[in-house]
């Protein structure tokens, strides 16, 4: 068991190893399910076999010890060699490879469930939706608000509330699903989407945008124009450049792609049923729906709503919208 124990760590230490530097897809999900399962055959087996055979061992133990002391006794010794307790309890010790599994195995559970079915944390590694949220922040996502759904596959189990206009929300890029992206609903399926003049307009209607004063980027040391945007279901600030184009330069070919009319201006797009259009808050520096398409349904992964620590400015610490 030693041996393949360490097979089995050396391979989950390979795999972490290769994700770090890039050379496989890693799969977090994945990875917590199958060592949730692993370290939980572990555990089955230590309390079914492993440990009663150990307690079989210290009973055996302690009643030769007893035996011993009888014969010495009769034979009028009385001082013993030898410390039973300190025997007994090396014996029911766990050895290195149940440490490391078995051991884990209710850490690993608790995990694997809250981030599963209640809460998960994310790092936002970009300032795609800034100023709402910046680089750095330590995000918490809602991963039951649009309905649970089952880990890996991501096969929703219960309903949950609709996502709405104006939600932030993370989701598996769909270009690559292995990825987790976060943007801002925009459209529901169905939707009418426009961006025209760096205009949003949903289903004919131009969204209401009234100035702010300049949000300064600590990062680049430079001011840019911010706006308040009213979405039907809420507010929220977004930023504005004005050195960049309208137009949206790059676009792949996505599935729905003919929903989509590109110009000189910007696009529009019809949402398809069971699908969503994500924008970034910065709306100039950011790779969302109007360059790679629709997010499905299925890709949804949850709402984000509180930012739970940013280690270069505690004020950041709170619910957002």
């Not at 097979?7 to 994700?19: E, K, M, P, R």
């Not at 399926?189 to 760096?198: A, F, H, T």
């Not at 040391?221 to 308040?228: N, S, T, V």
Request: one cysteine or more.
């Amino acid at each position: 068991m030693q041996f393949l124990t360490a097979i089995v760590l050396g391979a989950f230490a390979s795999y972490a190893g290769a994700w770090y530097f890039g050379l496989v897809d890693g799969n977090f999900a994945l990875l917590l399910f199958c060592a949730c399962v692993i370290t939980g055959a572990y555990w089955v087996a230590e309390r079914a076999w492993f440990l009663p055979r150990r307690r079989a061992a210290a009973a055996a133990l302690e009643e030769q010890a007893v035996r011993r002391r009888a014969e010495l006794a009769a034979r009028g010794i009385t001082q013993v060699d030898g410390d039973v307790a300190e025997a007994r309890q090396k014996i029911l010790m766990q050895p290195w490879w149940l440490d490391w599994t078995a051991g884990l195995f209710p850490v690993i559970l608790a995990v694997f469930f809250l981030r599963s079915f209640l809460v998960e944390p994310f790092r936002i590694p970009s300032g795609s939706m800034m100023p709402t949220l910046l680089v750095g922040d330590l995000i918490l996502v809602n991963k039951f608000h649009y309905g649970i759904r089952l880990p890996v596959i991501n096969q929703k189990v219960t309903q949950g509330n609709a996502p709405q206009r104006g939600d932030v929300m993370v989701f598996r890029y769909p270009p690559k699903p292995g990825l987790d992206y976060i943007k801002r609903v925009v459209g529901l399926p169905g939707d009418e989407i426009s961006y025209l003049n760096k205009q949003l307009m949903v289903n004919g209607k131009a969204v209401t945008r009234t100035p702010m004063p300049d949000f300064f980027d600590s990062d680049t040391m430079r001011y840019g124009k911010q706006f308040e945007e009213q979405l039907p279901e809420r507010r929220h600030r977004l930023l504005l450049d004005d050195d960049r184009p309208a137009f949206i330069p790059g676009a792949e070919d996505f599935p729905f792609r003919a929903n989509c009319r590109y110009s000189a201006e910007g696009v529009t797009c019809k949402v398809p049923d069971g699908h969503y259009f994500m924008m970034g808050d910065n709306r100039d520096n950011s790779l969302d729906s109007r360059y790679w398409g629709f997010v499905p349904d299925q890709n949804i992964v949850g709402k984000a709503f509180f930012v739970w620590m940013n280690f270069g400015d505690l004020r950041r610490i709170g619910s957002f919208d």
